[in-house]
């Protein structure tokens, strides 16, 4: 029987979240995690929705929504993050979930901030991990114990955050964590800009600012044709000529594993980026399909993107 249209089992604790847990049947269907911090928005909806599909007619949708501090850095946007639980609850109950668990911080950390927690590795130091200190530790610790919290079959990211998404597949194969990773494509609004949490803060005139990020992944993808190289300067020069944008990074890497795509090198790959539009900070990034580089050279060097990376950022 579907669970569609019925509220969700709310989970405030841990002890509630076991008891419900333990009351899934694993013969009737898969479980299916969706890890959230809330403030749900049509990118969120496409992974219920991604979720309930994986789960089948039988199976469990589970949504954790936890703001999640580890993972934010000094004079990040912590307290002001976005908490919108009805709102989120509503969703979760028409994209026919059938759990939430949404602990306090004590619920989550009881011992207060953990001593052991996951390193992410070369690839979390790079991009996201250069530019948010101690990011990917945070994120990958809180995955981590989630996935143990839960014990779904099935964890659903975004690739909005793909280095997210490539550094949880990474845990997943490195820890030989019993859990299958699935991924949703970006969902983006009418006008280009991905959908995101942070994206209550952006005034009018920040949004079209902000704007230039996706113009400039579509200016950067025309190019995948002509090669890497080509597909960069594309994109920085959309992204140059907004003096009101920020950029922290843009490159062209290999998606699964943030490495570098070498000059000259033909196949799937993302144009990654970031931004600041009037202090909001905007990750996208775009699925480009290179051919073999025409003018084979590298984007400049910086030390942001150094390592894994193999284009690198502009300031
Ligand atoms: P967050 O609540 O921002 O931590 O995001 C929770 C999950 O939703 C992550 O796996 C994100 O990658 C995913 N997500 C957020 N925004 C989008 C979007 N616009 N499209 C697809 N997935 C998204």
Redesign the pocket.
Known sequence: MSDRAVSPHLAITRAELAAARAALDPRAGPVVL???????????E??LHAARTLAGPEGSVVVSIFVNPLQFGPGEDLDRYPRTLDEDLAMCASAGARLVFAPSLTEMYPGGKPDVTVDPGPVGQVFEGHFRPGFFGGVLTVVLKLLHLTRPATA??????AQ??ALVRRMVADMDLDVAIE??????DADGL????RNRYLSAADRAVALTMPRALRAGEARAAEGAAAVLAAAQEVLGGEPALAVDYVAVVDARTFGPVRPGEAGPALLVAAARAGGTRLIDNMPVLLAADTAAEGGSHDPATEGPAGHAAHH
Do not use: E, N, Y
């Open positions: 969706v890890p959230t911090m809330g403030a749900l928005h049509a990118g969120h496409r992974l659903v990211f975004g690739q909005k955050d997210q998404l991924s949703v494509p970006i969902v983006r991905a959908t995101s949490s």
